[in-house]
Antibody, heavy 118, light 111 residues
Framework: QVQLQESGPGLVKPSETLSLTCTVS????????WSWIRQPAGKGLEWIGR??????????PSLKSRVIMSVDKSRKQFFQFSLKLSSVTAADTAVYYC?????????WGQGILVNVSS | QSALTQPASVSGSPGQSITISCTGT?????????VSWYQQHPGKAPKLMIY???NRPSGVSNRFSGSKSGNTASLTISGLQAEDEGDYYC???????????FGGGTKLTVL
């Protein structure tokens, strides 16, 4: 059973960098994309970007200048992929999801609420 | 403003069928058979219900079906049940600057 779990700070100060990690268990880092998607409270889903195990990435153009994704394949039992979003503002406050897939997502993490506030 | 257009809300009575539309362009919905649908309950992560226009993942009820005509994709739920109430989102592969776009979401109310 594939499981994804987001982790990271729930509170980030404006202008700082939001850093989240997604830990994947029950699945090998098979050749498929891994994505980050976010959802502001009461609003719709926004695709942030995706990463392939090779390290190849695609980002939402609206966030591209502030986003970096990476993957850690060093562990055998599980692997992790990460999201860094720099220069955050209140508009970046949202629930952040990690998910398996590139353009459709069949496994999702439970989501992590990140508040941007001083 | 979302790239794909969905109705803000739909409703139906138990046992009835409803259809949610998702309208895009030839650069996304109309150009590729990569439309997906997600169900989301309050406080929960989205759940994949349909992928590649009309395919159901294992474990998803056959009451859910997907189709596409031109630039509009549709999700049909037959035999509506109370547990179907929630938000539904469509997404599509796109040939524009971002490979994926979402619809704005549709709130389904079971009367």
């Amino acid at each position: 059973q594939v499981q994804l779990q987001e982790s990271g700070p729930g509170l980030v100060k404006p202008s700082e960098t939001l850093s989240l990690t997604c830990t994947v268990s029950g699945d090998s880092i098979s050749p498929q994309y891994w994505s980050w998607i976010r959802q502001p409270a009461g609003k719709g889903l926004e695709w942030i970007g995706r990463i392939y195990p090779s390290g190849s990435t695609n980002y939402n153009p609206s966030l591209k200048s502030r986003v970096i994704m990476s993957v850690d394949k060093s562990r055998k039992q599980f692997f992790q992929f990460s999201l860094k979003l720099s220069s955050v503002t209140a508009a970046d406050t949202a629930v952040y999801y990690c998910a398996r897939g590139g353009y459709s997502w069949n496994y999702w993490g439970q989501g992590i609420l990140v508040n941007v506030s001083s | 403003q979302s790239a794909l257009t969905q109705p803000a809300s739909v409703s139906g009575s138990p046992g009835q069928s409803i259809t949610i539309s998702c309208t895009g362009t030839t650069s996304d919905v109309g150009g590729y058979d990569y439309v997906s649908w997600y169900q989301q309950h309050p406080g929960k992560a989205p759940k994949l219900m349909i992928y590649d226009v009309s395919n159901r993942p294992s474990g998803v009820s056959n009451r859910f079906s997907g189709s596409k005509s031109g630039n509009t994709a549709s999700l049909t739920i037959s035999g509506l049940q109370a547990e179907d109430e929630g938000d539904y989102y469509c997404s599509s592969y796109t040939s524009t600057s971002t490979p994926v776009v979402f619809g704005g979401g549709t709130k389904l109310t079971v009367l």
